[in-house]
């Protein structure tokens, strides 16, 4: 009779555990978002989170997109460089490449560490999830190889693997 009931107690508390787990599981973030940190004399990129949950690619996209453009939290030190008007015109992804098209919007401006800064956090938020290995850039439907006016070179496709280190500019 002990054993029966010592058995029932194990069994429930694994029933238990296992409900805990499940509502932990659904609650961590499973969204990055990178915004940039100003340093005094140079710029780098911070993470942040959020959950989203499960998303087609071109959804989790517009909606990597959307957090860039809408900024950090308030008080959080960080800010973003994407410009307001920039719009996702679609997102495909096939063997691990994320082929992006945004808007002309994306580029406008001035100034290298913006411009610098802009794509930096386009390509490390996009590389999360993990099953995206690389970013393929295009504007107004045209893959970009000069980016803005600074006439920046962007490597076609952009290789998270390649940039294991968070950049500084």
Do not use: C
């Amino acid at each position: 009779m002990v054993l029966r009931v010592v058995a029932l107690a194990l069994l429930l508390l694994l029933a238990l555990f296992g409900a805990i787990a499940v509502r932990t599981m659904q609650r961590l973030p499973d969204m990055t978002v990178y915004f940039v940190r100003d340093l005094g004399a140079e710029f780098t990129l911070q993470a942040t989170h959020e959950k989203v949950g499960r998303l087609d690619p071109q959804e989790r996209v517009r909606r990597q997109v959307a957090a860039l453009i809408a900024g950090p939290p308030p008080g959080s030190g960080l800010a973003t460089t994407l410009p307001a008007g920039t719009a996702v015109h679609g997102a495909t992804l096939q063997g691990g490449v994320l082929t992006v098209d945004l808007s002309s919007e994306f580029e406008q401006g001035g100034g290298t560490a913006l411009m610098a800064g802009r794509l930096n956090q386009l390509f490390y938020t996009l590389t999360q999830p993990a099953n995206v290995e690389a970013v393929s850039l295009q504007i107004e439907g045209q893959a970009v190889r000069l980016f803005s006016g600074e006439g920046l070179e962007v490597d076609q496709p952009w290789v998270r693997d390649q940039q294991p280190e968070l950049p500084v500019w």
